[in-house]
């Protein structure tokens, strides 16, 4: 079984340029993640999507950050304009209906390592 | 405050040697997760604890769930270098699988 594909696995941008990440998640998984992880820190959950509608965006900073998930699958994480504190893990993770199952895990991609100068 | 705290943060042990993690959080929930990071590596689930009580083994790692002291453990036996990695806990306090995770436990085991 594939696991949860991300691209591109590093960046370097300066700060105040813009850019975007890419996660496709595990076939038949209705439920997609976008975490933040920094240095010598657990994930922090930014967005949350259920099929192509967001659950929660409340720790998603709006003025700079962006998110989408065209028809339920594939999904892209943008920033724009960056800051250093920008500078972090990105991680896609995805996961079958926690709805439904309440044993259900997150599955993890091996993330975007962003920084910025 | 919703809060995960794990401790120790980090922890050097010998191969052969037990030990144990812990995971406090600060509000009720009987949903609890842990999962294990290699360095550059991805997060993999280890365990999944859904009730008072739960206790899940997998090789030589065990984990419990005491909801009421809201407590969970991450209990090593005869620990081997293939377990040095770094070790989360996660807690879902909603019940909607938005998860607060703890700073992680980094784990080094010596020959």
């Known amino acids: 079984e594939a696991g949860v594909a991300q691209s591109p696995r590093y960046k370097i941008i300066e700060k105040r340029q813009s850019v975007a990440f890419w996660c496709n998640p595990i076939?038949?998984?209705?439920?997609l993640y976008w975490y933040q992880q920094i240095l010598g820190q657990g994930p922090k959950l930014l967005i949350q999507?259920?099929?192509?509608?967001?659950?929660?965006d409340s720790q998603l900073p709006k003025d700079r950050f962006s998110a989408e998930r065209l028809k339920g699958v594939d999904s892209t994480l943008k920033i724009q304009p960056a800051k250093l504190e920008d500078s972090a893990v990105y991680l896609c993770a995805s996961s079958l209906d926690p709805r439904r199952d309440r044993g259900e895990k997150l599955f993890f991609g091996s993330g975007t390592q962003l920084s910025v100068l | 405050e919703l809060k995960v705290e794990q401790n120790p943060l980090f922890l050097s042990m010998q191969e052969g040697k037990n030990y144990t993690i812990y995971c406090n959080y600060s509000t009720t929930s009987d949903r609890l997760y842990w999962y294990r990071q290699d360095p550059g590596k991805s997060l993999e689930s280890l365990f999944v604890l859904l009730s008072n009580g739960a206790v899940k083994q997998e090789g030589r790692l065990m984990a419990s769930l005491d909801t009421k002291a809201r407590l969970s453990t991450l209990h090593i036996t005869a620990a081997v270098h293939d377990l040095s990695a770094t070790y989360f806990c996660?807690?879902?306090?909603?019940?909607?699988?938005?998860?607060?995770w703890g700073a992680g436990t980094k784990l080094i085991i010596k020959p």
């Open positions: 999507f259920q099929n192509n509608g967001v659950v929660d």
């Open positions: 076939s038949g998984h209705a439920t």
């Open positions: 996660a807690v879902d306090f909603w019940s909607n699988y938005q998860l607060i």
